[in-house]
């Protein structure tokens, strides 16, 4: 067995585990609801409690209670029963007039996935059609983002895209994505690198001036900053920089601000 299969196996068998571990824990939290809310012991419960759950509709641990729809289902999953009572989410459920804003509000990180999805797609062809499996698409010497061992990251961000426009509040997305999946940045970066003409000079980021920039140490200075950073490089040249750059950074940037302000 070669090294690169070796490894190869080290890490699928990493992800087994991971994957297991997890499904073990999703299982038991599922287990330990049913036995709450389905057979339940507590006889007494605190009466500020009973005034929130009747204010709020919500449904608490009670002997005396009636027994909940969910645990007569052949699988009572607790999970499957809260989002589609108490959040309302299902397939197509959020497809309404008066959510336009929020399609609109999510609508830049999905053409961002869209493109990443669509363009490796377009690079990969065969390797795509065969899922990945076997070495049909593998000779040939792609780098970057649309080298084969991004694969599964694309087939990841692409499944869950599709969750997020289809069965979730979509004004969720941006924050879904951008916590589960590098490939929002990582497309964000080789669009800029591929259509900014401004990153085309390799002379601005050699090894040499990163290592000028480190020994020189001109500390928080925006001055001695744009040698070693190519985003501060397009923020000082935002105005000859190409649309495509001003639109990808100018998205981060104004929902950094967003956030930052709705959080407050």
């Known amino acids: 067995m070669s090294p690169s299969n070796s490894c190869l196996n080290e890490d699928v068998w990493t992800v087994v585990r991971f994957a297991t571990?997890?499904?073990l824990l999703s299982l038991f939290l599922q287990l330990y609801g049913y036995q709450i809310f389905c057979h339940p012991t507590a006889t007494q419960v605190p009466p500020v409690l009973l005034n929130l759950a009747r204010d709020k509709g919500y449904r608490v641990a009670d002997a005396e209670s009636p027994t909940p729809i969910w645990c007569q289902w052949q699988i009572p999953f607790l999970y499957s029963y809260i989002p589609d009572v108490y959040w309302d989410v299902g397939f197509l459920r959020y497809f309404q007039w008066k959510q336009i804003p929020n399609f609109i509000l999510a609508l830049p990180v999905a053409i961002l996935g869209f493109i990443a999805s669509y363009m490796y797609i377009m690079a990969n062809p065969v390797f795509c059609m065969y899922l990945g499996l076997g070495d049909r698409g593998k000779d040939r010497k792609t780098h970057g983002f649309c080298n084969p061992r991004v694969f599964v990251y694309i087939v990841h961000s692409s499944i869950l895209l599709l969750i997020g426009i289809f069965c979730m509040h979509v004004q969720v997305l941006t924050r879904f994505l951008a916590s589960s999946s590098p490939v929002l940045y990582w497309i964000s970066a080789h669009l800029l690198?591929?259509?900014?003409?401004?990153?085309?000079?390799?002379?601005l980021f050699r090894p040499d001036q990163i290592q000028w920039q480190r020994d020189h140490k001109p500390g928080l200075s925006f001055a001695g900053l744009w040698r070693n950073n190519p985003v501060v490089y397009l923020l000082m040249h935002w105005q000859t920089c190409s649309i495509y750059t001003q639109c990808i950074l100018g998205y981060f940037i104004s929902y950094c601000f967003f956030r930052s302000g709705s959080a407050l």
Request: zero cysteines.
């Open 21 to 23: 571990f997890t499904r």
């Open 193 to 203: 690198f591929q259509y900014e003409p401004l990153l085309q000079d390799e002379k």
